[in-house]
């Protein structure tokens, strides 16, 4: 069975095969750690773990690297502002190395939470100052360079088709400009490496052959994954932000260096909406998964709500699917600890799942694939068995969920059986049965509640006790 990806450079959905027979390289744009992450931010990592897992479900060895951007990412995305990680430290009162650590920690805190799993590799820019100055060396040596007041500059015009990832249409830019281009050459120039301000000592810069200063921020991307992936590997994922600026202006580096557009795919996971809205660090005015534990929702409900999305497409985010994707989801976990192990996986549901991750990691239909088989009359173990090969892509740890535990002497036992009932009929979706034993519980004086952690039980005038879900 062959696997279908959306690549942004051709703009169609196309079969994939592997650069190299032994493994396939995935690049994926890092966080700037300034801050930290927004849901909408996770979004996109959520789709390139997907990515992965679906490799990898179809037999390929994946050579996943993460960049850490910690130096170089200036407030405008282009070159324009100061630098985040400067701006963060005087924000904060810490220095620029510790607001690094402390959101890079943050993030693959987030990370471990939504059960992404770990890349090969994690490269930081600060650790890759050399390979990015040899970067620029090389480029200079080529003739794609200048020189101005405060960095050094790539010529974009020294590409025929600089900006066709992002279709970028050149002579209407260049036409249409209405703010002063100061010594940059062309609207579409970056910058490669920036001087230190004369004057004044940044906590982050350091000695190069052009002065003292520090990287672009477009140009460690490219040093690093021609250092881990070669200069042409399989598949550099990020969000659709990146397509116009940071990932058009990779690929100009690549090609004027290595002479290849760096990936054979390109692929993007599109925003989080709040009311139609796009989410932005930037704006400070964000959720971040912190906000989301403080209000009781399981980290993994959230995963569940992305995937309910094919990542391609906007998804708006409201309390209301979020609560129903945690529904949805401890609906699953509950009835998959109610069938007992030691089946086979079933052929058919197995070719029904893996070709819907196939077409473009299309998991909204996978998905519903699942929920068919809940409703099948395969055999509980089957279906167990099934489950469990499905969730090395789905990634909700279903074999390691437990439900909480009653255990609570305040809670009479009359009421306690009456939970374990319940518990059984919501894994055997008597639904009827279910609510009916939820109101002979609230005549005992007792309230349950469905939770991410499972069931709680509450006393109409008192706090809530666990109970099994």
């Not at 179809?58 to 070159?79: E, M």
Request: with cysteine; aromatic share 10%.
């Amino acid at each position: 069975m062959t696997i279908e990806l959306y690549d942004n450079w051709e703009r169609r959905v196309r079969q994939f095969e592997p650069v190299h027979k032994e493994w396939v390289g995935l690049y994926c744009c890092g966080p700037t750690v300034y801050d930290f992450a927004h849901i909408g931010n996770l979004r996109t990592y959520l789709f390139e773990d997907i990515l992965r897992r679906a490799l990898e479900l179809n037999g390929y060895t994946v050579r996943h690297v993460i960049n850490i951007t910690d130096v170089g990412h200036l407030l405008s995305d282009a070159d324009d502002g100061e630098d985040k990680m400067e701006r963060g430290s005087r924000r904060t009162g810490e220095s620029a190395w510790a607001i690094a650590q402390r959101f890079t920690d943050a993030f693959k805190a987030d990370m471990r939470a939504l059960n992404m799993l770990e890349p090969a590799v994690w490269c930081k820019a600060t650790d890759h100052i050399a390979e990015q100055i040899a970067f620029i060396q090389a480029l200079e040596a080529k003739g794609y360079t200048y020189r101005t007041s405060d960095g050094i500059y790539f010529d974009t015009t020294k590409l025929d088709d600089y900006g066709y990832l992002a279709r970028i249409d050149k002579a209407g830019l260049d036409a249409g400009r209405r703010v002063s281009l100061g010594e940059k050459r062309n609207v579409t120039d970056f910058a490669l490496w920036k001087f230190s301000p004369a004057g004044e000592t940044r906590q982050m810069e350091w000695d190069s052959p052009w002065g003292t200063g520090f990287p672009g921020w477009h140009i460690e991307c490219s040093a690093m994954s021609a250092k881990y992936l070669e200069p042409w590997f399989d598949i550099h994922c990020g969000g659709e932000d990146h397509i116009a600026i940071h990932h058009t202006n990779e690929i100009a580096q690549n090609q004027a260096c290595h002479g290849t557009r760096l990936a054979n795919f390109w692929m993007h996971g599109h925003f989080l909406q709040l009311d139609a809205a796009k989410m932005s660090k930037s704006s400070g005015d964000f959720l971040r998964l912190q906000t989301l534990l403080d209000k009781g929702i399981d980290p993994l409900a959230y995963r569940y709500l992305c995937l309910t999305a094919h990542y391609r497409s906007p998804l708006n985010f409201t309390w209301e699917a979020l609560q129903a994707a945690q529904s949805a989801l401890m609906r699953l976990r509950t009835t998959y600890a109610s069938w007992p192990a030691g089946g086979r996986p079933d052929q058919s549901f197995m070719e029904r799942f893996r070709a819907e991750v196939n077409n473009d990691l299309n998991l909204p239909r996978a998905l519903a694939t699942v929920w068919e088989l809940l409703k099948s009359d395969l055999a509980p173990a089957v279906k167990r068995a099934s489950l469990d090969a499905v969730d090395s892509v789905l990634g909700f740890d279903l074999n390691r969920w437990q439900p909480a535990h009653l255990g609570e002497a305040s809670i009479p036992d009359e009421v306690k059986a009456l939970v374990e009932q319940r518990r059984q009929c919501r894994a055997a979706k008597d639904w009827k049965q279910s609510d009916a034993l939820r109101a002979a519980i609230a005549e005992l004086g007792y309230q349950v509640e469905d939770r991410a952690d499972g069931m709680t039980v509450r006393r109409l005038a008192g706090q809530a006790v666990p109970a099994d879900a």
